[in-house]
Structures are given as C-alpha cells and as structure tokens.
C-alpha cells in the first residue's frame, strides 16, 4: 500500500525519527520530516508506489564483520567445526592460486 506524506509524519513522530527521501540517482535528497530528531531514516522512492530502506557505506562494512564472527562461532558451537582448519585449507588454495597451480578434487584428472 502506498504511504504519503501524512503516513511519514506519523511514523517520524511515532518512531522520534525524520525521513530522508533519494527520489533520484545523483540529485540530493528531501528531508520530509523537520521534527529535529537526531536519528534519520533514509528511503529511496520508486516507481511512483514504492520505498526501499538507504544503508550508508559504513553499515556494510560493519555487517561484514558481524557476519564473519556469526560464521564463525556457528560453525564453531553449532556444528562443532575446527574453524582454523578451515582457515589453513583456505590459505593453501590461496597460496595454490597465486602459484597458478590447479587444484582438483574431481577423481578424473581430465577435469581440470
């Protein structure tokens, strides 16, 4: 269902957070909502009906870290997985790429 800008105002009021809208690629964005908040939440209108959630560059790069010890303590406490074994399995194909080495667990050699 589409939202407007009363809906929006609700929810900057609501959740004591403004609204940052991109409508365009490389135009700057409209600040819907001046209630002052110091919290925003950026969205990027499309297709005249609908809105997508905006991460800054910064959130990706912290997801990243946070995915990787998720993973890892996972793989870990889970499934109860020696992770540095992994890790050294890793380093040596990465050094057996770098040496241009082929690597093949196929039993038929003339797969690789």
Known sequence: EWVGQVEISALSLMYRKDFIIY???NVSPSQVTENNFPEKVLL???????????????????????QSLLYELLYEKVFKTD???????????????????????S??????
């Open 83 to 105: 992770v540095s074994k992994i890790l050294m399995g890793l380093d040596t194909s990465e050094v057996a790429d770098e040496n241009n080495s082929e690597i093949s667990d």
């Open 44 to 66: 990027c209108f499309s297709n005249g009906n609908h809105y997508d959630i905006v991460y800054p560059i910064k959130y990706k790069e912290s997801s990243a870290v946070c």
């Open 23 to 25: 409508r365009e690629p």
């Open 107 to 112: 039993e038929d050699d003339s797969c690789k």
